[in-house]
């Protein structure tokens, strides 16, 4: 079994910067992908990035390429979601997930997930 939690959110301006964390614990995170997702009032979940635990090979959607950097530290069993020039279109409630199964843009794929942090960007 793996247990997510997330930290790091808060309310912030545009252009702005946060970085989220997602510690893992339970079973052995080698052979897992770690991904972030989002969802805004009366929104689908959104895939943002995900990381392969063992190799660090990353994904982004292209709504957040080149402005958020998915990343892990190995040791500290820890995923991180780097995030810069904020806008207020980035307001959501942010997940990390994790599957033992290949990387997805799918919440379905994800067996385990965090209980979410917000996020909130004022213009």
């Known amino acids: 079994q793996v247990q997510l939690a997330e930290s790091g959110g808060g309310s912030v301006q545009a252009g702005d910067s946060l970085r989220l964390s997602c510690a893992a614990s339970?079973?052995?995170?080698?052979?897992?992908?770690m991904g972030w997702f989002r969802q805004a009032p009366g929104k689908e979940r959104e895939f943002l990035a995900a990381?392969?635990?063992?190799?660090?090979?990353?994904y982004y959607a292209d709504s957040v390429k080149g402005r958020f950097t998915i990343s892990r530290d190995y040791a500290k069993n820890t995923g991180y979601l780097q995030m810069n020039t904020l806008r207020p279109e980035d307001t959501a409630l942010y997940y990390c997930a994790a599957t033992k199964l290949a990387y997805s843009t799918s919440m379905r794929a994800y067996e385990y997930w965090g209980q979410g942090t917000q996020v909130t960007v004022s213009s």
């Open positions: 339970g079973r052995t995170f080698s052979a897992v992908v």
């Open positions: 990381i392969k635990w063992s190799d660090v090979s990353t």
